[in-house]
Each structure stands twice: as structure tokens, then as C-alpha cells.
């Protein structure tokens, strides 16, 4: 089975701190996503990688980072924590892959509060 | 990536099949259909996918109709444990592997 894990299930942070989400999978996969979810606003994607030390920018990058020094590992960095951070943050990997055959699966999620 | 409607919720009652109805009339004929759930406060969970055949697996079963306009998922006997919310994705091809959830479908099984 594929297993995708991430660092912490819930976490609280101030505003302006910099926070760390570590996202960790053991299927040798490609590529990583990570995700934001909030209500009403379904998935969003704030960056991708498709391999060791590559990275894309998805629809919502401004304010946060990632990092990708180990092909099992993709780490979401923000800066400075602003309360409008505050989500459920996902990361998903999967194989590389054409016309639909590259499922994604998702670690447990990170709910971050930002206060 | 084609636009798909769901009902906005489903109830169930524990041991029967609960059968979820996708539409995705604008579907591209290299367009897979894939359906991904979510059990509340968890990350979202892969069940299956499919072209143009029915697929089974050990979750559930993917129903595509003929003209692929639709497509059903059938959890043949659902559990408590499958309350979540269902989501039907039509993949665009080369999108850079990004999945977009729409509103997805509520089932409540009830026992």
C-alpha cells in the first residue's frame, strides 16, 4: 500500500512565525502536490514537484515555499504565518504518469491554526 | 478538465448498495474518470478510476455508460465507515497531474 505521511496532524503557530510542513511518502513516487482545502473553496494547489529539487507553482503559491532535497520528501514552508493560512493542508504523491493513470494519494492532512 | 455534476447528498441504509451518480456530459475521449473520497477531518482517499470499461476493485465498482456522459459508483455493501464525501473527477491530460475536487456527493450511511 501506498503511504503518504505528514508531520503533524494539528498545529498552532502565531503570526509570523515560520512553520514547516514535512510530507513523506515510500513508494519511490515522482511526484508531490501540496494542497490547501477550505470550506467552500474545495482543493487548491500551491505547488507541485516532479522530481529531486524541481518545483512548479500551482494557483496559490504567494506566501508560502516548498522544498525538495530527497525524492521521498516535500517539505511546505511559510515565512511568516499570517491568519489567513489557517486551513487543512493536504500533500499527495504519485507516479509519473500520462492521460490519467498517475492517481494521487493523499497523506492525513495538517490542520494548521494560525492565531 | 471536463466540469462534473453530483447530487449534493445521499443517505444509505448499513448493508445495502449505495449507488452514486456522476455526470460529466462534456467528457474528451481521453478524459479518465476518477473517484476519490473524503471521511471527515482525513486526506482525501483514492477508489477508483476508469476510460470507458466498468471497473471493480476490492472498494467498489465503476459504472461508465456507453456515450461516457455518466458514470455511477456502486459501494455494494456500504458500511458506517463509508459516511465521507464522494468526489467524480474527470482527469485533463498533461494538467501537471492537478486534481480539482468539485462539491462532491455526502453519503450518510444510516444503520
Known amino acids: 500500500d501506498v503511504k503518504v505521511t505528514q508531520s503533524s496532524r494539528y498545529l498552532v503557530k502565531r503570526t509570523g512565525e515560520k512553520v514547516f510542513l514535512e510530507c513523506v511518502q515510500d513508494m519511490d513516487h515522482e511526484n508531490m502536490f501540496w494542497y490547501r482545502q477550505d470550506p467552500g473553496l474545495g482543493l487548491r494547489l500551491i505547488y507541485f514537484?516532479?522530481?529531486?529539487?524541481?518545483?512548479e507553482k500551482g494557483d496559490i503559491p504567494e506566501g508560502y515555499s516548498v522544498s525538495r532535497e530527497k525524492k521521498e520528501r516535500f517539505s511546505l514552508i511559510l515565512e511568516s504565518a499570517s491568519t489567513n493560512q489557517t486551513s487543512m493542508y493536504l500533500c499527495?504523491?504519485?507516479?509519473?504518469?500520462?492521460?490519467?493513470?498517475?492517481?494521487?494519494?493523499f497523506g492525513p492532512g495538517t490542520r494548521l491554526t494560525v492565531l | 478538465d471536463a466540469k462534473t455534476t453530483q447530487p449534493p447528498s445521499m443517505d444509505c441504509a448499513e448493508g445495502r448498495a449505495a449507488n452514486l451518480p456522476c455526470n460529466h456530459s462534456?467528457?474528451?475521449?481521453?478524459?479518465?474518470v476518477y473517484w476519490y473520497r473524503q471521511i471527515h477531518s482525513q486526506g482525501p482517499q483514492y477508489i477508483i478510476h476508469?476510460?470507458?470499461n466498468n471497473e471493480t476493485n476490492e472498494m467498489a465498482s465503476l459504472i461508465i455508460t456507453e456515450d461516457r456522459k455518466s458514470s455511477t459508483l456502486i459501494l455494494p455493501h456500504a458500511t458506517l465507515r463509508d459516511t465521507a464525501v464522494y468526489y467524480c473527477i474527470v482527469r485533463r491530460n498533461n494538467a501537471g497531474n492537478m486534481l480539482t475536487f468539485g462539491g462532491g456527493t455526502r453519503l450518510m450511511v444510516k444503520p
Open positions: 476508469g476510460l470507458k
Open positions: 514537484s516532479y522530481d529531486v529539487k524541481m518545483k
Open positions: 499527495a504523491s504519485s507516479l509519473r504518469g500520462t492521460g490519467g493513470r498517475d492517481t494521487q494519494y
Open positions: 462534456t467528457i474528451s475521449g481521453n478524459e479518465y
